[in-house]
């Protein structure tokens, strides 16, 4: 011992304490993020579900608005146009539909 190192170092007990504390908290951070990664998943689920729901409702309305609309007019959509041009495609097939920039029509 004569101020060499010596071979017979180690962390002792105190080494193997702290060692186990970090590899509880790891344990427990695992398991806290994989319930909370469970709960967003299950409510991603539900929204999605929620709005599946909504969208067929909407659905539903629009065809009763659409027949409501008809039998108001004539029997005729209230979105068609005087001449009956609305959604028969003209010579290029586009619906009436230019799809110019800044006109408003198209896409």
């Known amino acids: 011992m004569n ?6 170092v180690s962390p002792g007990l105190w ?3 702290a060692f186990f504390a970090l590899a509880v908290a790891l344990y427990l951070l695992m398991r806290n993020m994989n319930a909370r990664m469970r709960r967003m998943s ?7 579900d929620a ?4 969208d067929g409702e909407r659905e539903k309305d629009a065809g009763r608005d659409k027949d409501a609309g008809r039998q ?3 029997g ?11 959604g028969s495609p003209d ?3 586009s619906g009436g539909q230019t799809g110019k920039p800044g006109t408003g029509a198209g896409g």
């Open 15 to 17: 080494g193997f304490v």
């Open 91 to 93: 010579e290029n097939g």
């Open 51 to 54: 709005e599946r729901e909504k």
């Open 42 to 48: 299950y409510r991603a689920e539900l929204e999605r």
């Open 72 to 74: 108001k007019d004539g």
């Open 76 to 86: 005729r959509a209230a979105s068609d146009d005087v001449d009956g041009s609305a």
């Open 3 to 8: 101020g060499a190192p010596s071979a017979m």
